[in-house]
């Protein structure tokens, strides 16, 4: 994937709602200034996101601080991350559920638990690395890894819903005991389907993810910004 210009933020801000005088709408019908205090009410209630955004967002660097550990309580709001290029030494695949806190807004009829699949990496290299977050009409942008040094971590781990990709891997072992798994430092329930390979190489990498976490997650080149659209 080729690095393009940054995607403007501009409008897409709550610190910047359309201006205009208010005038009065005729008698039975909707008045264009209310539609506008509806548009910044909407860009308000994004901003009120952005700290659990941000959280769930930075969740690697937290744990390389020593913050978090491998098991939190998720937000329930999905985010997508790509990378033109993923290479990995030391492969886990197994499934579990995440638990988002009690009483989340946004459990719906989940009761608060989503499926999902838990990658892990002992050492992992991404190229032009980008994440975004939906929180309604704008979406947090995070991007890295568009120069000549790429996003590097250790002991990465996601939980995710979706992933695609073109995929190879070294001496792979599938249908292991998620339990037993020895190449990455994760280890899932007993009786959990699970998969390991020495290395994985991915290329047009995809992912809807719940959670993310690392030892160590280096992110050279990194921008965070609003943007009217995601990875």
């Known amino acids: ?37 509806g548009r910044v009410r909407a860009r308000r209630a994004a901003v009120m996101a952005v700290p659990a955004t941000l959280v769930a967002a930075g969740l690697a660097v937290l744990t390389a601080q020593g913050a978090l550990g491998v098991q939190f309580s998720i937000s329930g709001m999905p985010f997508t991350v790509t990378a033109s290029q993923l290479d990995g030494t030391g492969f886990e695949q197994f499934g579990g559920l995440d638990n988002m806190a009690d009483n989340s807004p946004n459990a719906g009829d989940t009761g608060g638990q989503v499926l999902i699949v838990t990658s892990a990496i002992k050492k992992a290299t991404l190229t032009k690395l980008c994440q975004s977050v939906d929180l309604g009409g704008t979406n947090l942008l995070i991007t890295a890894g568009t120069g000549a040094t790429k996003v590097s971590a250790s002991d990465l781990t996601t939980d995710s819903t979706e992933m695609s990709g073109d995929a190879s891997f070294n ?24 998969q390991q390979a020495d290395s994985v190489h991915i290329d047009h990498l995809r992912q809807t993810n719940y959670a993310t976490t690392a030892g160590v997650f280096k992110l050279p080149g990194l921008k965070l910004r609003f943007s009217d659209s995601g990875c």
């Open 171 to 194: 001496h792979i072992e599938i249908g292991n005991d998620a339990s037993t798994l020895t190449e990455a430092d994760a280890k899932g329930p007993k009786g959990v389907f699970s």
């Open 1 to 37: 994937m080729a690095s393009s210009p940054d995607p403007s933020s501009t409008g897409n801000t709550p610190e910047n709602p359309e201006s205009g005088s208010p005038s009065e709408a005729p008698s039975g019908t909707a008045s264009p200034t209310a539609g506008r205090r």
